[in-house]
């Protein structure tokens, strides 16, 4: 199954390359006619050249960043024309910054509006063409795989109603083979396991797919056996699935296979050096200006409404559990305590006596976390990642709140998926607390730079349109 979608994916990268620098050949030729220069259709100069490998390798990464190439992108014509429409987007954009700043005679606006939509006209039609195609195929009964499933369990029949559901993908289930007698009412039961030579042989499998309990593993030796007698591929579902989550990663050291139990993108260094990037780029951006003017003007106004220290300093777990000194600007007053006689922590609450008037509005408009920028310089945190909770509030939650810790796997942010989704603010209620990791748990195994990037634009609407729990 991989290794056939993989070649799918190939093919369609291939092509929308192919399509990316005729588009770009077609529209350098047109721009060149339109501006009363001299032009040839495969005459590009070395700059020109140069920017469209630029415009090739940008294609590719962002490709990877909406998913344009993942193996079930396919599952709907919809979805997978949406990540091409994203991704064109992209590409012009990329194309609009470039020209602003080299500032091209030859690659004018004109270039920018004739290859954008060529782009969108020839590469969504050959989408389409090529889901066209392969639809047609296959109900003519080519490129079908045709997969026997041996198994009955849970386990092989979800595997099987996956594949039902997805019959784009090119794979027909022929039936089961079991180990216990035929299930009612299920007209796909084609024998026993004792039979799994001649259901071979009958249904003309291309593949059979192990999908059996680990109380029969004595049995997969000599059902693989069996299977190597004919041409066909075997694969083996583990039976694991109830300890991942849907984003779990398979990877392989030596002759060992390691399943991941579930995916963390930001393991992989270069994807840790691209949000560092953006991370430092972003926060720069914001000191030279925004916080050149604003950061003196919060400073003179908690200094004249509330004596005090300018800075709220709380220890607070970074990524792996290290402690981080998490920095605010102050909004209590300086008496309050964040702790009660118990040593439980005491998370601020609608109508708090200890917040100042200032802080208040500090709070309400997340003006008070600015300072965390400081974190974000020295590496400890990121601009978005899981909230960091104080000291005292972790040790309460990570042996009462499953999978709490793993919201550690990653530096913690900000701001997070789970503030812009409301769950910011006040937990004492666990639900809302168990609500609040999965969010973050979800936003670890999905994250990309465009999520992080909508993550920002959402916590600035969310500081316009004032949030509820804010307080």
Known sequence: MHSRKKTERALKNSIDILLLVLCFLVSAFLAKKHAGLEAG???????????????????????????????????????????????????????????????????????????????LAMLVSWRIFFYLLFTWLQKNGNHLSRILIVGSGSVAMGFADTIEANAQLGYQVRGFVGSGPKPDGEPRWLGTIDQLAQVIEREKVDEVVIALPHSDMEKFGDLIDTCENFPVRVRIIPDYFRFMSPRFGISRLG???????????????????????????????????????????????????????????????????????????????????????????????RGDQRVTRLGSFLRRSNLDELPQFINVLKGEMSVIGPRPHPT???????????????????????????????????????????KRVEYDLWYIENWSLLLDLRIVWLSFWCMLKGDPRAY
Request: with cysteine; aromatic share 14%.
């Open 41 to 119: 259709f495969f005459r590009l100069g070395v700059g020109e050249i140069y920017f469209l490998l630029f415009l090739c390798l940008a294609w590719n990464m962002t490709a990877r960043i909406f998913g344009l190439y993942d193996e079930f992108r396919s599952t709907s014509l919809g979805a997978e024309l949406g990540a091409l429409s994203e991704n064109i987007l992209l590409q012009v954009a990329s194309t609009t910054a470039v020209l602003f700043v080299a500032k091209s005679q030859a690659l004018s606006r004109f270039f920018v509006f004739t290859n954008g939509i060529l782009l």
């Open 392 to 434: 005292p509030m972790n040790l309460e939650a990570k042996n009462s709140i499953r999978k709490y810790q793993l919201r550690h796997l990653v530096k913690p942010g900000i701001t997070g998926w789970a503030q812009v989704n409301g769950f910011r603010g006040e937990t004492c209620n666990p639900d809302l607390l168990r």
């Open 255 to 349: 002759m060992f296979p390691l399943i991941s139990i579930r995916a963390n993108p930001l393991e992989q260094l270069g994807w840790q050096f691209c949000k560092r990037f953006f991370d430092l780029a972003f926060t720069l951006l914001l000191f030279v200006g925004v916080f050149s003017w604003l950061w003196p003007l919060l400073i003179l106004l908690i200094k004249m409404t509330s004596p005090g220290p300018i800075f709220f300093k709380q220890e607070r777990w970074g990524i792996k559990n290290r402690r981080i000194v998490c920095y605010k600007f102050r909004s209590m007053v300086k008496e309050s305590r964040d702790v009660d006689e118990h040593g439980h922590y005491l998370q601020a609450t």
